[in-house]
């Protein structure tokens, strides 16, 4: 593209001029022009996080609307005024369709007035479309800059679904459902069951569970309910019953998290392992095309470097029964050099030799890492960091709670990131979803569970999450422009 574009101006325009631009069909063009148009007819729409949308149309008048770039940019260009134009559609176009738009100028009528044939087709000579537009040519010249049009965010595609797949394919996992009262913690829970995640076993007072049912039209009448008077004694009979092996996981409903966890980390009677416990957040970014593992922003408030080990071994694991073969870990601190005045940098620094010396195992690890420099490949060349994680991070490790509730909150609040959780390092998976997290947080996190207790049983993954397919330039500024 050049740095500024000018027009043709009426008494330059000759008859036989021409001009064409190239562009590729791609997801995000659909996607936004449903946006636009409000046109969301399911034969041009891609289905959201679908790895097949080779077979959804374009709608013809996206395809239409390129004509306007080629008029408006190129020939006549700025300045110019539509007055009609008439097209007549001949064969469809696809994700993937490379397409030249050409217009080239038929007649010039009274000052300003011209007529454009304008034409359509895709790279193998298929026409697309093609017909007649009239414009109102400028009649003075007229040079600008080329305009940077503002950073759209757009979902590249659905990374929770393929968990959700994969955990179906285990089979349904006796699950304690704590105090599920309320809407959100029962209709959570009847969701999982009804993708086959989970065969829930509702613990709480059966009266509450009831009228919540009722309340939210949820039949409950096939799934067995344990009577608790209290809080306290739900959270402690879910935990005995996945001492007992009768559930293979715990769900916290309407209750304290508090309340719950100190039943599971109690000495005598819970679900402690040789392992601390911690709270492993799942990230589904809009500009990212891989989950991103967050750990601890839950549990360990001020945890200490032996703590810090198991929490990022916990999170190497639930990464791997996601799918991940060998995680790429980053330990996060303000800075990305070892300060003896920043304590998170000297534990950074520890846990990645301890990783190299097998202590801990599964992931690549490295740190201290900067948010930017772990996530952004080029922060990272900036900074001339040589590193295998840095720019790559799968899973980030915060220096405590407090810096992992901030970037968790972040990117849910202002990167509109879809979240999901669970507790990992207990004898048993605990899914300690907010009590305002929806329905699809909690499946979400019903899928994890399935996967890290399959992980836990068999040693192995169930499989490997497909990579989000490569998105296509979307913009005007990325199309090759040729004027003839």
Known sequence: M???????????LKVGDVASIERTCSLQDLYLFAHVSGNTNPVVMPDFGSRDDSKVQAPFMWAGSLVSAVLGNILPGPGTVYRSQDLRFLAGVRVGDKMKVSVRCTA????????????????????????????????????????ELPTLILDEGDQFTPLIEMARSLGPMATAVVCPDDHNSLSGAVLAAKEGLIEPILIGCKASIMKAAEASGLDIGSYKLVEATSHKEAAALAVELARRGEAASVMKGNIHTDELLGQVVKKEGGLRSGRRISHVFVMDAPTLDHLLFISDAAINIAPDLATKVDICQNAIDLARACGLDKPRVGILSAVETVNPNIPSTLDAAALSKMAERGQI????????????????VAAARTKGIDSLVAGHADALIVPNLEAGNMVVKELTFVARAETAGLVVGAKAPVMLTSRADNERARLVSAALAQLHEHMRRTGRA??????APPSVGATISGAKIAAE
Do not use: C, Q, S, W
């Not at 050049?2 to 330059?12: L, Q, S």
């Not at 011209?114 to 009649?139: Q, R, S, Y």
């Open 462 to 467: 169930v499989g490997t999450v497909p990579a």
């Open 2 to 12: 050049p740095d500024v574009i000018k027009n043709t101006t009426y008494a330059e």
């Open 361 to 376: 195992r599964g992931g690549i690890v490295d740190g201290p890492l900067a948010m930017d420099n772990a996530m952004d």
């Open 108 to 147: 010039k009528h009274e000052a300003p007035t011209a007529t454009f044939e304008t034409k359509i087709e895709k790279t193998d000579g298929t026409v697309v479309a093609e017909g007649l537009a009239t414009v109102d040519v400028p009649l003075e010249r007229i040079t600008v800059a080329v305009r």
